[in-house]
């Protein structure tokens, strides 16, 4: 066995998992078995929920059952909306209050906090009301922020109409709709990536499942897993506000020792299927909306980065200009993505526990041997 010390370990096979691969090399992704592309074009959300938490797609019964339950979980308390407002009054960072927020849900959850052991189930259900409750949440801090009423969620709209009703106070058109349940089914699950493996290593030590949600909550804050789809479309922005072609802005920031963002992944090595589907679907939201520019810039920009640099964008690439074309405010681009990826974390979590082993790495130690003490009043 080798000794090596590698820093920041990629490929290391440290569980088995059945919800979802991917082929790095071809630019393949599967949920289940389930190729993405098929699963965005005709999922829901919510099947894709049931799928990733029970293993099969639902029949039309198991569906209608499991979106009246979520629908049913999605009010918040009044002390939720208490700290909400005063996190949204201290202009508190979207994804540091979202943090803080899901991890008091737990003082309001209907069953005991803690894992419990003889009753499997109940991992799903806590996981489940978090899941249901995440967009509620967001949607009040991004409204009282802009001194508005937060909006109380409905029933009769699906999870991704109804997230955007309460941001927004009115129902999405249809083509606003599919887009953004597409982008949560997009963003669901994405393997052993570091907010879902944060979520697990909480998870192994028999904490409750609102301590490993806010654990990968914490993971996906920083700017080397989420938030890079921000940082596209501030990009887009300054070469907009520019008034350069995008190809000579980007050949200077990179001559300036600048990075693009958007660009390269640790797994794929060809173009991430995701963004296939998301530029697709930005350019389709700029064509309706007489207003092509923020594509075309992208597309320019990705043609120069492959021809010249042999790099392929990320799903974060084109997520950026649909959701800007969304009109969603640009700091919430990463909590959408926790709000969509707490699927997975939460089927990630249940299936490890099912045959839970603590996770306990070792670092070698390079420190100094066989040091003297000596008194502090020596010192």
Known sequence: MSDEVKKGPEGVLVAESELSNIDGDVGKLIYRGYAIEDLSRDASYEEVLYLLWHGHLPDRDELADFEATMAEERSVDDGVIDVVSELAEQDEDPMAAFRTVVSMLSAYDPEESGYDAEDGDALLRKGRRITAKM?????AFSRIRDGEEPIEPRTDLDHAENFLYMLNGEEPDEVLAETFDMALVLHADHGLNASTFSAMVTASTLADVHSAVTSA?????????????QNVMRMLKEVDAAEKDPVDWVIQALDEGRRVPGFGHRVYDVKDPRAKILGEKSGELGEAAGDTRWYEMSVAIEEYMAENKGIAPNVDFYSATTYYQMGIPLDLYTPIFAMSRVGGWVGHV??????????????????????????????
């Open 350 to 379: 249940v299936e490890y526990l099912d045959e839970n082993r603590l996770i306990r790495p070792r670092a070698r130690y390079t420190g100094p041997e066989d040091q003297t003490f000596t008194p502090l009043d020596e010192r």
């Open 135 to 139: 967009p509620t949440v967001l949607a």
């Open 217 to 229: 909550i914490g993971t996906l804050s920083g700017g080397l897993h989420g938030g890079a789809n």
